[in-house]
């Protein structure tokens, strides 16, 4: 078997070991688990698009200074 396909499998067989692990290891239930992430991400993504429009912000007010001739 080639390189590439060796990679491919152990990639395979490495992951579908670790999620089996993560399976049996978590310490919540499916649901839970599925309610604490979709909050997290929804955090995340809240934040992320704040930031964005706080540095939009920043660089309008740049640019309208720049733009004025007055730097």
Do not use: Q
């Not at 590439?4 to 990639?11: E, N, P, R, V």
């Not at 993504?45 to 720049?66: D, N, P, S, W, Y």
Request: proline fraction near 1%.
């Amino acid at each position: 078997m080639s390189k590439a396909g060796s990679y491919i499998k152990g990639l395979f067989w490495g992951g579908l070991i670790a999620s089996a692990i993560v399976l049996l290891y978590t310490p919540y239930k499916g649901k839970d688990l599925k309610a604490r992430a979709t909050d997290y991400l929804d955090n995340v993504k809240t934040e992320v698009i704040e930031a964005g429009e706080e540095k939009r912000h920043e660089m309008e007010e740049e640019l309208a200074f720049l733009r004025s001739g007055k730097a």
